[in-house]
């Protein structure tokens, strides 16, 4: 019987090379950065659902710049932070949902993560929390707003040079354990129904990018 685990993947779209120095700063790879998955990448879009997988209480981010609370599942900053900072775009990665956002944000990249979701949509149904399929018309929306604030050339130049990090999958596993319909699937059979469902919305992805 085949073995389940937890999909990761990193998916660089149109990477150009760039010319770096070592006596120079380094110039950005990408134009942008985007998250899609699930509580290991949310930054805090669930702070702005109606679901109770929230990290906006004590003891979560004590660790974080101000010592309080942003909806990260974690005592400080998540892998998006520390991506987006090594990569020298901006200091955090914001979350879609938040009101707040900037216009440079939305140029340098957003997150649209959500903790407790899953590649099957039956999974974020109990937390009612936004599954992939939802994060991926959540990314339909930010290209929108995109070229109402760049225009529709630099939106296709920002999308061609960025990256999309996506880690998603646990949660579905999880949820497969839980429930006593899902158990009546073999467990090899649910993980190759997961793997389509992955090569579903990557695809989704790189063809709403090349617009």
């Known amino acids: 019987m085949a073995q389940a685990h937890p999909v990761l993947l990193v998916l660089l779209l149109f990477l150009s090379p760039t010319a770096v120095s070592s006596s120079k700063r380094i110039q950005p790879k990408f134009s942008a950065i985007f998250y899609f998955g699930d509580s290991v990448l949310d930054t805090g879009n669930n702070n702005h659902l109606p679901t109770v997988a929230v990290a906006n209480h004590v003891p979560y981010g004590r660790d974080f710049p101000g010592k309080k609370p942003t909806g990260r599942f974690s005592n400080g900053r998540l892998i998006p932070d520390l991506l987006n900072e090594k990569l020298q775009l901006k200091e955090f990665s914001p979350p879609f949902l938040d009101t707040r956002l900037s216009n440079n944000d939305m140029v340098t990249g957003v997150n649209f993560a959500s ?97």
């Not at 929390?129 to 929306?141: A, E, Y």
């Not at 999308?159 to 996506?166: G, K, R």
């Open 115 to 211: 903790a407790g979701s899953g590649l099957d949509d039956q999974t974020s149904q109990l937390s009612n929390t936004l599954p992939m399929s939802k994060q991926v018309d959540l990314f339909k929306d930010y290209l929108l707003r995109l070229r109402n604030i760049v225009g529709d050339k630099e939106a296709s130049r920002i999308i061609a040079s960025s990256l999309i990090f996506i880690s998603s999958g646990t949660n579905d596993f999880s949820h497969y354990y839980r429930s006593s319909k899902k158990r009546k699937m073999d467990i090899g059979d649910y993980q190759d129904l997961v793997l389509r469902m992955v090569q579903v919305h990557v695809k989704v992805k790189i063809g709403i990018s090349c617009f």
